[in-house]
């Protein structure tokens, strides 16, 4: 599977993309995350794009729905990925359109990641 969250605790959703991510499995990952998110206050999000490769074509990548409505419910989200991927991935992300701020680190940043998730805002 190349979307899936892989653990929910101390506030942070996190999900894990690897491969081609392909449209329905995002779906599937936001329909999971939407149920979690329902039954929180407030979370962040840490993006772990380990063996990336990029987005299949096809699907309806432009379907802002899960933005629309789950967004409010969003602190902050961090993207931790191959430098390579973070002008895309921050772009795919919306970062600067979302209602929170949106950053990506190196992995070797994953903890300087952590960190800047449990700050405030």
């Known amino acids: 599977m190349s979307a899936e969250i892989i653990d929910v605790s ?3 959703l996190t999900m894990r993309i690897t491969g081609k991510l392909t449209y329905p499995e995002l779906r599937a990952a936001q329909k999971l995350a939407a149920t979690i998110l329902e039954s929180q206050s407030k979370m962040t999000i840490l993006v772990l794009a380990d063996d990336f490769q990029g987005w299949e074509r096809g699907g309806d ?4 729905s899960f933005q629309i409505e789950h967004d409010p419910s969003i602190q902050k989200m961090a993207v931790v990925g191959e430098r390579k991927w973070e002008e895309l991935a921050l772009i795919f992300v919306g970062k600067g359109f979302r209602q ?5 680190f190196p992995p070797d940043d994953l903890a300087k990641a952590r960190l800047w998730l449990a700050t405030d805002p």
Do not use: A, M, R, T
């Not at 929170?100 to 990506?104: R, S």
């Open 10 to 12: 101390g506030g942070i």
């Open 100 to 104: 929170f701020p949106v950053e990506y």
């Open 61 to 64: 990548w432009g379907d802002l």
